[in-house]
């Protein structure tokens, strides 16, 4: 089976809906209140600089390949962390957020005050297998990645690809890169919030990808930062 070189995935920068977002689950608002559809949520300034910081980050890494979510606020940051470098980009919607259906733009105390036979069948079911009407369970979203990381791997045999997406893509490529179980990714995703603008990334050694970032942020916070091993990451309770 051939196989990359390395692989790392980016989630976007702080986006204008991330911010309403946080603002309506911490005043205990049932909706949020987002005008725009969710593929054209834009980034914050905010956002723009932190995709500048991930620029830098890369040019060290020196990617061949970008493969990017559709959606405007991915393309934002690739297109600002890849100016100028000459990295070919590759939009594929297999990289998009999860669908939500009926439970788009509504906080957590919405779901539970306005679709409680959802909330229930959520709790009974799982985050991993549960589809909201209209949306997309994490299976789904993986059934898309799985065929992606394939193709990528068959196309660019020995390269190094970065990944452009969301937050649950951060979980899902690692579930799949390091064939992790249903428990060990919601345990995953229960105790590790994936920061705006963070690097995760696997190196190959030998016939495999093995772990070299998770959720790295270092680049953020100043521009000579060494970006934080893995092991030595305190993963943040959600």
Known sequence: MERLDW???????????????????????????IPERDADVPLSDTGREQAEAVGRFLREQRPDLAVVSPYLRTRQ????????????????????????????????????????????????????????PGGESWADVLLRLRALLREVREDHPGGRVVLFAHEATVLMVRYLTEGLLEQELMELAHRT?????????WRLDGDRLVP???????HLEREDAEPTRQEDVNAEPV
Not at 91 to 101: P, T
Not at 116 to 122: G, M, Q, S
Not at 212 to 218: G, P, Q, R, T
């Open 212 to 218: 070299e970032l998770f959720n790295a942020v270092e």
């Open 193 to 201: 919030a994936i920061a705006n603008c963070s690097v995760s990334s």
């Open 7 to 33: 692989l790392a995935v980016v989630r976007h920068g702080l986006s204008t809906g991330n911010v309403t977002a946080q603002e309506a689950e911490a005043g205990g608002a049932e909706m949020i209140e």
């Open 77 to 132: 940051t690739a297109e600002i962390a890849l100016a100028g470098s000459g990295v070919p980009v590759v939009v594929d919607e297999r990289l998009r957020d999860r669908e939500l259906g009926v439970l788009d733009l509504l906080t957590a105390r919405g779901v539970e005050a306005r679709l409680p036979d959802e909330a229930r069948r959520r709790a009974r079911l799982g985050k991993f297998y549960y589809r909201p």
